[in-house]
């Protein structure tokens, strides 16, 4: 539904703001499996034409990033106008990395010009779109991993 | 207690990444692991994709119509008109006069080239997440398609063939940054190359040393071996701007896309070439304008 919808300089991607958020509420180890899992089926996308495992390494890195800063980040569903700002630079950062991967891996990915502004566009659209669905991508968490949990 | 956490943390992120860089090697050695999985989430989601395209198609539509509010009016007093029309002989709504037109104007592009092609409806954009211009179509192999085939639109060049499921291809548009296709000046035998700049422009590159770009030159596809992965005559562009410079070799354009990219529904894949190249038979004319000539009469002397 979200592809369908013509943004202005380009969309955002729902996928990773939801993926920012599940890492950002796991615990240490969480972080890195559910970011090379999530990245994984990234990588199955059908119009991912980059190399198979990119994506999975993206997200590991974030995962780890993640975990790194566990304690500072702290719990940020008491605030969440500071969650979604971090949701969205955390997306950010992650596309980034990805565009940095792949230029170290020789694809062409585009101009600069054309990444910065994708980057920012999803940014922005992140910080407007995701605070509707946060509360429902947290109850949807909280429901499927309670038994873990527990 | 708490090394020994920390220990496990970092023996697991060493083998994921550890994991991750294998796959990405085995992939780049052309060890060929996600094709066939990719192939069956195509094949799963496509009638997923197909039904939410039907289904969202209309907010997409309304999303385009707020960026263009400042046209409405103008809009909205062609679409009562319509409706009066439509009301009187059956009930059609919009989208569906929209998409037949389209079609018609595919097929009439198709007919005067001579291209033997599949009509297809696009059911997904691809993510801006991958930094790739793709759409998905609702047509596979099973209605004959298969990679490197052209994909074209009412206005022209829209892409090629990239991969291919059962019931879904995905096709990489003309402003992707990778894409790149010999073109010839229409009305000249001046060749060049057309690359993809992620946006509306495109870059032309002349590789005739003795030809000139100018400005409003059309851009016709030059064709590929077998028509694989472009069939010759396609209209692709326009020139906008030439950027001159005496020092560069090659002479340099700026050029618009002759298909609208943005708002794509309807798409035709050119299954088989054309027996004769088309030339430049299908570069739309422009309307013949009439022109009138007026002689003064003189104005006779006054007689005294």
Redesign the interface.
């Known amino acids: ?1 979200v ?6 300089i ?4 729902f ?2 703001a939801t993926l920012m958020v599940v890492l950002s509420l796991e615990d ?2 969480g972080s ?2 559910f ?2 899992i999530g ?1 994984l089926i ?13 994506w ?2 993206v997200m ?2 974030m ?2 990033l993640f ?1 790194i800063n566990k304690e500072s980040i702290g719990d940020y569903t008491d605030a969440p106008i500071a969650f979604i700002g971090f949701v969205s630079f955390a997306s950010a950062f992650s ?1 980034l990395v ?2 940095i991967i ?1 230029t170290l ?1 020789g694809q ?4 600069i010009f ?2 910065i502004s ?1 980057i920012f ?2 940014t922005i659209w992140t910080l407007l779109i995701m605070p509707l669905f946060l509360p429902l991508i947290i109850r949807v968490r909280k429901a499927l991993l309670t038994s873990r949990e527990k | 207690m708490a090394r020994g ?1 920390g220990n ?2 970092r023996l ?2 060493v083998l ?2 550890v ?6 090697t ?3 050695r052309g060890v060929n ?2 094709g066939s ?2 192939g069956s ?2 094949t799963v ?1 496509s009638p997923v994709e197909t039904l ?2 039907r ?3 209309p ?2 539509n309304f ?2 119509d707020i ?1 263009n509010i400042g046209q409405a009016n103008e809009k909205i007093d062609d679409l009562n008109k319509e409706i009066q029309l439509l009301k009187s002989k059956e009930i059609l709504d919009e989208d569906t006069v929209g998409q037949l037109n389209q079609l018609k104007n595919i097929l009439d592009l198709a007919g005067r080239g001579g291209y033997k092609v599949v009509a297809a409806k696009v059911i ?9 211009e ?1 759409i ?1 179509i609702d047509v596979g192999s099973s209605s004959g398609i298969s990679r490197n085939m052209t994909v074209i639109s009412d206005g022209g060049l829209v892409g090629v063939v ?2 291919v ?1 059962s019931d ?1 291809s ?1 096709v ?1 548009l003309m402003n992707d ?2 894409f790149k296709m010999g073109v010839r000046i229409a009305g000249t035998q001046s060749i060049g190359v057309l690359s993809g ?3 509306n422009s495109y870059l032309l590159q002349l590789l005739d040393t003795t030809g000139e770009i100018k400005l409003g030159d059309k851009l016709v596809a030059r064709g590929s071996d077998g028509g694989r992965p472009f069939v010759p005559g396609v209209p692709v562009g326009t020139v906008v701007e030439v950027q001159s410079n005496s020092s560069s070799i090659t002479q340099n354009a700026d050029v618009t896309a002759s298909a609208n990219l ?2 794509i529904a309807l798409v035709a894949v050119v299954v088989s070439p054309p027996k004769f190249d088309p030339r430049d038979s299908l570069i739309p004319k422009p309307n013949p304008t009439v022109t009138v000539y007026v002689t003064p009469s003189p104005t006779p002397a006054p007689s005294n």
């Open positions: 539904m592809s369908r919808i013509n943004f202005p380009n969309g955002f991607s996928y990773i240490r180890t890195l499996v970011g090379f990245g990234m990588d199955l996308s059908t119009t991912a034409d980059t190399p198979f495992g990119q999975a390494l590991t890195i995962g780890y975990t596309l990805f565009v792949g891996l062409q990915i585009g101009g054309r990444n994708l566009a999803n | 956490g496990r943390s697991l992120l994921l990444l994991s991750s860089l294998f796959l990405i085995l992939d780049l692991l996600a999985i990719r989430v195509a989601f939410f395209s289904l969202f198609s907010i997409g999303a385009g960026r997904n954009r691809g993510s801006s997440a991958t930094f790739k793709t998905t990239k991969s499921s879904t995905v990489l940054p990778s700049q992620g946006g943005d708002r």
